[in-house]
């Protein structure tokens, strides 16, 4: 089992930066895929991107570039690093864990088994 917890939301103005934790309890964290996904008003989950328990990444084309994941295995922690950021990145951000995830099945939030509560970011002058 595995509880997840978000944090570093916020309000956040156009072109600006923000950095969401994302940490869990519980053990053999290297072993689980992390994904970021995201809901925007009126809208599904949509993935933002993705840290396998190799600590390759994967990105939605709409954050390519602007938005980066790391994790740090001995603080149980992963991180979305967030730049340049749009107002349409407005959304409810959350964190999913899966262990031993297969690459395909990562790119959907099916493939997920925990998630975390979300945090909010709002992109905005």
């Known amino acids: 089992q595995v509880q997840l917890t978000e944090s570093g939301g916020g309000l956040v103005q156009p072109g600006g930066s923000l950095r969401l934790s994302c940490e869990a309890s519980?053990?053999?964290?290297?072993?689980?895929?992390i994904g970021w996904f995201r809901r925007g008003p009126g809208t599904e989950h949509d993935l933002v991107g993705f840290?396998?328990?190799?600590?390759?990444?994967a990105y939605a084309d709409s954050v390519k570039g602007r938005f980066a994941i790391s994790r740090d295995n001995a603080k149980n922690t992963v991180y979305l690093e967030m730049n340049k950021l749009k107002p349409e990145d407005t959304a409810v951000y959350y964190c999913?864990?899966?262990?031993?995830?297969?690459?395909?099945?990562?790119?959907?939030?099916?493939?997920?088994?925990?998630w975390g509560q979300g945090t909010q970011v709002t992109v905005s002058s």
């Open positions: 999913a864990a899966k262990k031993w995830a297969i690459l395909s099945a990562s790119w959907s939030q099916s493939g997920y088994d925990y």
């Open positions: 519980g053990p053999n964290f290297n072993t689980y895929t």
């Open positions: 840290i396998r328990y190799n600590s390759n990444t």
